[in-house]
């Protein structure tokens, strides 16, 4: 069964601090591991990763994949309250997406 | 990236009627999908919506609930039928980029309440 699954499901970080969200994943024919940011209703985009060991990068966040493992990382350093959201990731396999049940961060002033 | 816009964007419903959630596209894209994101729970996909032909339901998924239409290449819309408070969730239409399936971008989401 395909799936994809995120630690932690949630997570409170002070200001300025760094968090490590996890994305790990189990399809069949993977393509790339995509991720967003979900506050109020829509998933806004942020990454796509196809290539293992080559890190993304957008700002204070960055991702990076690791197709031998199976598992992707999203940074986030000097946390501000704006990056309290909903992180999703979800595998695409060219047919389907496959969305983990995200990550909620709150980031306090 | 492709622009999305939806209607409504949030409604409240009575036990047993339907909704018709509308999606716009501001450019021409082969594949449209329809998503659902219950209280708690991540996005789960109802349906892809293909132009010109009927609309392909995931599992658990009818086309008697939920019929969707594809009338061009722009423009989608779901429907929900005879709606129950189960049905009460957060409805997204999301489009590929470009036809390539590498990525899909999101509408801002209809907020549907079922008393």
């Known amino acids: 069964e395909d799936k994809v699954v995120q630690s932690p499901l949630s997570l409170v970080v002070h200001e300025g601090d760094t968090v490590t969200l996890n994305c790990s994943y189990e399809?069949?024919?993977?393509?790339?591991l995509l991720w967003y940011k979900q506050e109020k209703k829509a998933p806004t985009f942020l990454f796509m990763l196809t290539s293992s060991g080559i890190e993304k990068k957008s700002g204070r966040l960055s991702s990076i994949l690791d197709k031998k493992e199976l598992f992707s990382i999203l940074n986030i350093t000097a946390t501000q309250t704006g990056d309290s959201a909903i992180y999703l990731c979800?595998?695409?396999?060219?047919?389907?997406?496959?969305f983990g049940t995200g990550t909620s961060l709150t980031v306090i002033p | 990236s492709a622009v999305i816009s939806q209607k409504p964007s949030r409604d409240i419903c009575q036990r047993g009627t339907s909704l018709t959630i509308q999606c716009q596209v501001d450019?021409?894209?082969?594949?449209m999908f329809w998503y659902r994101q219950q209280p708690g729970q991540s996005l789960t996909l109802i349906a892809t919506?293909?132009?010109?032909?009927?609309?392909?339901?995931e599992s658990g998924f009818v086309i008697d609930k939920f019929p969707i239409s594809r009338p061009n290449l722009t423009f989608s819309t779901l429907t929900v039928s005879n709606m129950s408070p189960e049905d009460s969730s957060i409805y997204l239409c999301?489009?590929?980029?470009?036809?390539?399936?590498?990525?899909?971008?999101f509408g801002p989401g209809t907020r549907l309440t079922v008393l």
């Open positions: 979800a595998a695409n396999t060219g047919n389907q997406f496959y």
């Open positions: 399809v069949t024919n993977f393509r790339s």
């Open positions: 919506a293909n132009q010109g032909s009927e609309a392909t339901y």
């Open positions: 999301s489009v590929d980029d470009r036809g390539t399936a590498d990525t899909q971008y």
């Open positions: 450019s021409q894209v082969t594949m």
